[in-house]
């Protein structure tokens, strides 16, 4: 029996006097009312209402057991409002710096259909991670290992169209192509700048490693203190910087995959609350999927 819908029709029809007018209120047939009642009487063990052909008067028993019902009543009430309000209250989300707003708009609008508010924060990885374990944020997209990650986005060199060698998407770069020649001072060779985003090991050791092995100059491989920064630097003396085909679309660069090294941005996301993770995840994996440009990997299902 659903104690507290019987405990409602029970609470209905007391204040009016009447079933017909009672399971009006509540929002169920007469019949329906009479068979709740009943069955709260079967539970309690006595009947609650003495019914004559003009009204319907509490027992003894319906007169005692009245009050509780309706605290029993105003408590699931408490309760729902309590929920709706939990559910409405915006879900602080760590994001990237520097997504497409349209596609972030689409992920919002997604999640706010399922009643789940995102409230989106951009940071760098390092900022997120301390906002999470702070409680700052509710929920994280934070960097993960390509074996590890749930989406991954394909990373490559952007390079302006100044820069002597076109690049494209058909076109593979070699890091040994800005390998500094006999003679040449290393001020004068090609750097790689690494915007924060992709200042994680799992990228930046790879890329440290692969241009070690191409012969490349410590100082080849630089880590910016943001993407604008980072552009500039490609911009201003042809250097390249480390991004995502739609990063270098974005700043109007030249983009090719690093045929040295299969770099990778891979992503999770995180979260203290298990359950707010599935519920983000079945929502919005692919809408995240979208906003990041990134594809989804093995481990893209939504955990269960």
Do not use: N
Not at 48 to 59: I, K, Q, W
Not at 182 to 188: F, L, M
Not at 221 to 245: F, I, K, N, Y
Request: glycine share 10%; charged share 25%; net charge neutral.
């Amino acid at each position: 029996m659903d104690l507290v819908s019987a405990c409602e029709v029970f609470v209905s029809v007391a204040e009016r006097s009447s079933f017909t007018t009672g399971a009006a209120v509540a929002g169920v047939t007469q019949s329906v009312a009479s068979r709740k009642v009943a069955a709260l009487e079967v539970e309690l063990g006595g009947r609650l209402f003495e019914r004559t052909s003009r009204r319907v008067e509490l027992t003894r028993l319906g007169h005692e057991v009245l009050p509780a019902a309706e605290r029993l009543v105003r408590a699931a009430g408490e309760l729902r409002v309590d929920a709706r309000r939990s559910r409405r209250r915006p879900i602080a989300l760590g994001i990237p710096s520097g997504l497409p707003p349209a596609e972030l708009a689409h992920l919002v609008a997604t999640a706010r259909r399922a009643d789940l508010h995102l409230e989106v924060r951009p940071a760098d990885p390092a900022e997120r991670a301390d906002a999470l374990r702070s409680g700052v944020l509710d929920l994280g997209l934070e960097p993960a290992a390509a074996d590890q990650a749930r989406w991954c986005v394909p990373l490559g060199v952007g390079r302006s169209s100044r820069g002597g060698r076109d690049l494209g998407a058909d076109i593979t770069f070699y890091l040994a192509s800005i390998r500094s020649g006999r003679g040449s001072r290393p001020a004068e060779a090609g750097r790689i700048w690494i915007q924060p985003e992709d200042a994680v090991p799992h990228v930046r050791d790879r890329l440290v490693f692969a241009a070690q092995s191409a012969g490349l100059a410590p100082a080849q491989v630089r880590v910016a203190t943001d993407m604008v920064a980072a552009v500039a630097e490609v911009w201003s003396r042809d250097d390249l910087v480390l991004c995502s085909e739609a990063d270098a679309e974005q700043y109007g660069l030249g983009w090719s995959r690093v045929g040295d090294a299969g770099l990778v941005r891979g992503y999770d996301v995180a979260g203290r609350d298990a359950d707010l993770v599935r519920r983000f995840l079945g929502v919005a994996i692919t809408d995240v999927a979208g906003a990041l440009g990134a594809e989804l990997s093995d481990r893209g299902a939504v955990p269960r």
